[in-house]
C-alpha cells in the first residue's frame, strides 16, 4: 500500500479520464493532461484545475467527479509531478508556459473557462497573468490557499514568532531533500499537522498522503526552491478578469495574511472566503464548497456566445 500514488477508493479515488493527451510547453516539456466529462456537448462549460506543489491531478479527484456530470473538466500535472516527467527548468515562467501549453492544446479558439488554482497552481496562474493564452481563455478564475510572495517567512509550520529563526527553520523543513518514505501513521500524523485542519477526518489525510508521498524527493526540493524566492506580486495586478479567492483559518503554509493581500490587491476580486479551522488542502478538505464556486463561476462567468456557434 505504501506505494500507491493516491487512494484506490472512496471520493477521493481518482475517476477515469474520458481522454488523455500530451501537451508540450514552450521549451519541449511534456505535461500529462487528463479531460473528464461530456466532451462532445458544446453545451458543457469548462473547467482547468492547476494543482499545487508535491501534488497531481489526484488532489482534485472530488472536484473531478463532481463537475465531470456537466462540465468539461481538464487536469494537467505540473512538470516533474504526477506522469509528467521532471524538467531541468523550475521556474515561475516554466509554470506560466505550461499552463499556456494546456489552454492551447485543450480550448478552442476564442472559448473560455474557469482555472482554479491550489497552492503552487495558484502561483501558476499568476505567472501567467499576462500571457496571451491566459487573457484569451480565463473567464474567471478560482485561487485556493495559495500566495504571491514571502512564502516562507509567513508560513507558521515552525510554532515560533515571526523573525529570521522562524524562516531559517521553515526553509529548512520545506526545503529538505529527505525522502518522505512510506506513508505510516506518523507521516499521516505530520502531513495533516503542517497541511491540514485539526478536524480533518482520516480519509481526507489519507488521500493527502498518498498524493504527497508519491512526489519525487528530486522534484519536491528543486520546486521548493522557486516557491522559497517566490516573488509574483506584480501577476497580481495582471489578473483583471473575476477571481475569487479561498483560503482556511489554519493553513500553515499560506495563512490567511496571504489571502487578504491577494484580495486587496486584486483589480476584480469577488470575494475572499476564509474557512474556520480548516488547512492547506481546502479542496480536499472542503471539496463541496470549493466545487460550489468553480461551478457558479462557470455558470456566472462563461459566456455562451462559442456554444451557440457550435450547436
Same mark, same amino acid.
Given at each position: 500500500?505504501?506505494?500507491?500514488?493516491? #487512494?484506490?477508493?472512496?471520493?477521493?479515488?481518482?475517476?477515469?479520464?474520458? =481522454?488523455?493527451?500530451?501537451?508540450?510547453? $514552450? !521549451?519541449?516539456?511534456? @505535461?500529462?493532461? /487528463?479531460?473528464?466529462?461530456?466532451?462532445?456537448?458544446?453545451?458543457?462549460?469548462?473547467? #482547468?484545475?492547476?494543482?499545487?506543489?508535491?501534488?497531481?491531478?489526484?488532489?482534485?479527484?472530488?472536484?473531478?467527479?463532481?463537475?465531470?456530470? !456537466?462540465?468539461? #473538466?481538464?487536469?494537467?500535472?505540473?512538470? *516533474?509531478?504526477?506522469?509528467?516527467?521532471?524538467?531541468?527548468?523550475?521556474?515561475?515562467?516554466?509554470?506560466?508556459?505550461?499552463?499556456?501549453?494546456?489552454?492551447?492544446?485543450? +480550448?478552442?479558439?476564442?472559448?473560455?473557462?474557469?482555472? $482554479?488554482?491550489?497552492?503552487? &497552481?495558484?502561483?501558476?496562474?499568476?505567472?501567467?497573468?499576462?500571457?496571451?493564452?491566459?487573457?484569451?481563455?480565463?473567464?474567471?478564475? @478560482?485561487?485556493?490557499?495559495?500566495?504571491?510572495?514571502?512564502?516562507?517567512?509567513?508560513?507558521?509550520?515552525?510554532?515560533?514568532? /515571526?523573525?529570521?529563526? =522562524?524562516?531559517?527553520?521553515?526553509? =529548512?523543513?520545506?526545503?529538505?531533500?529527505?525522502?518522505?518514505?512510506?506513508?505510516?501513521?506518523?507521516?499521516?500524523?505530520?502531513?495533516?499537522? *503542517?497541511?491540514?485542519?485539526?478536524?480533518?477526518?482520516?480519509?481526507?489525510?489519507?488521500?493527502?498522503?498518498?498524493?504527497?508521498?508519491?512526489?519525487?524527493?528530486?522534484?519536491?526540493?528543486?520546486?521548493?526552491?522557486?516557491?522559497?524566492?517566490?516573488?509574483?506580486? =506584480?501577476?497580481?495586478?495582471?489578473?483583471?478578469?473575476? #477571481? /475569487?479567492?479561498?483560503?482556511?483559518?489554519?493553513?500553515?503554509?499560506?495563512?490567511?495574511?496571504?489571502?487578504?493581500?491577494?484580495? &486587496?490587491?486584486?483589480?476584480?476580486?469577488?470575494?475572499?472566503?476564509?474557512?474556520?479551522?480548516?488547512?492547506?488542502?481546502?479542496?480536499?478538505?472542503?471539496?463541496?464548497?470549493?466545487?460550489?464556486?468553480?461551478?457558479? +463561476?462557470?455558470?456566472?462567468?462563461?459566456?455562451?456566445?462559442?456554444?451557440?456557434?457550435?450547436?
Amino acid at each position: 500500500m505504501s506505494r500507491l500514488t493516491h #487512494v484506490a477508493s472512496g471520493p477521493y479515488a481518482p475517476p477515469a479520464p474520458a =481522454r488523455e493527451l500530451t501537451a508540450v510547453s $514552450a !521549451d519541449g516539456a511534456r @505535461l500529462h493532461v /487528463e479531460l473528464h466529462g461530456p466532451l462532445d456537448d458544446p453545451a458543457a462549460p469548462a473547467v #482547468v484545475l492547476a494543482h499545487g506543489w508535491a501534488c497531481s491531478t489526484a488532489f482534485w479527484a472530488a472536484q473531478i467527479r463532481a463537475l465531470a456530470a !456537466d462540465h468539461r #473538466v481538464i487536469a494537467y500535472d505540473q512538470r *516533474g509531478h504526477g506522469r509528467s516527467p521532471a524538467s531541468p527548468a523550475c521556474s515561475t515562467e516554466a509554470l506560466a508556459d505550461d499552463l499556456e501549453a494546456v489552454l492551447k492544446a485543450t +480550448l478552442a479558439p476564442g472559448e473560455q473557462a474557469v482555472i $482554479a488554482g491550489h497552492s503552487m &497552481g495558484g502561483m501558476t496562474v499568476m505567472a501567467a497573468a499576462a500571457r496571451p493564452a491566459l487573457r484569451e481563455h480565463a473567464a474567471a478564475v @478560482l485561487l485556493c490557499s495559495t500566495g504571491s510572495s514571502r512564502l516562507v517567512a509567513s508560513a507558521t509550520v515552525v510554532p515560533l514568532r /515571526e523573525g529570521r529563526l =522562524r524562516t531559517w527553520l521553515t526553509r =529548512r523543513i520545506l526545503g529538505s531533500r529527505a525522502p518522505l518514505g512510506p506513508v505510516t501513521p506518523l507521516a499521516r500524523r505530520i502531513l495533516k499537522y *503542517g497541511t491540514m485542519g485539526a478536524g480533518s477526518d482520516p480519509h481526507m489525510v489519507e488521500a493527502c498522503a498518498r498524493v504527497v508521498h508519491a512526489c519525487p524527493r528530486k522534484v519536491r526540493h528543486a520546486w521548493s526552491q522557486v516557491l522559497d524566492l517566490l516573488d509574483l506580486d =506584480r501577476g497580481i495586478r495582471e489578473l483583471t478578469m473575476p #477571481v /475569487e479567492v479561498v483560503v482556511g483559518t489554519a493553513d500553515r503554509l499560506t495563512p490567511p495574511v496571504h489571502a487578504r493581500a491577494l484580495a &486587496g490587491a486584486l483589480p476584480y476580486c469577488l470575494g475572499l472566503t476564509e474557512l474556520p479551522g480548516l488547512g492547506h488542502m481546502t479542496p480536499v478538505e472542503a471539496p463541496e464548497l470549493v466545487t460550489g464556486k468553480i461551478r457558479t +463561476l462557470a455558470s456566472t462567468h462563461i459566456p455562451a456566445a462559442h456554444v451557440e456557434e457550435s450547436a
